[in-house]
């Protein structure tokens, strides 16, 4: 593997996707201040070669060391890497748990977005959801489990703008 990694452009993709799986294209390339050529020339050669790994379950091709990710951990991965996702999933850990209206005060999107979303987010097992008063109030699934996930990942470190809200849910 030392000689797949001998060319510093692959060692920082390689250190970018250990620090960050789950990241597209264009924003290793932007992290990274690459020509998205260049960057998919070596994705491609480190693919071939059994270091990484892509998934599109999200529509893009996200990225993996294949030593880390099992396919669940892939979906929420990419899933996580979402804007609106993030926002939602940081909404109710701070909330610890929301109804579908109360949630709508907190992010510009459509009641019919939201939902798609929070659907997303319960297939994929990160949220559940209980009945109170023939309304759902939405909650993580583990809360544990996803702050440590976040604070190892810092996925809202990889979106422009989003340190702040990430600052305002740690105080």
Known sequence: ???ILELETRQKIYSLLRNHPGIHL???ATTLDLRISHVEYHLR???KHGIINSDKHTGYARYFLNDEATPK???NFSLLRQETILKIVLVLLKKEGAYHKEL???LEISPSTL?????RLRKNEIITFDEAESQRIYSIKDPEALVSWLLKYKPYKLLDGFTDIWQDFTL
């Open 73 to 75: 951990l892939k979906r």
């Open 104 to 106: 709508l005060q907190y």
């Open 1 to 3: 593997m030392d000689d």
């Open 115 to 119: 939902s798609y979303h929070l659907n």
């Open 26 to 28: 264009s924003k290793i």
């Open 45 to 47: 050669y480190l693919e």
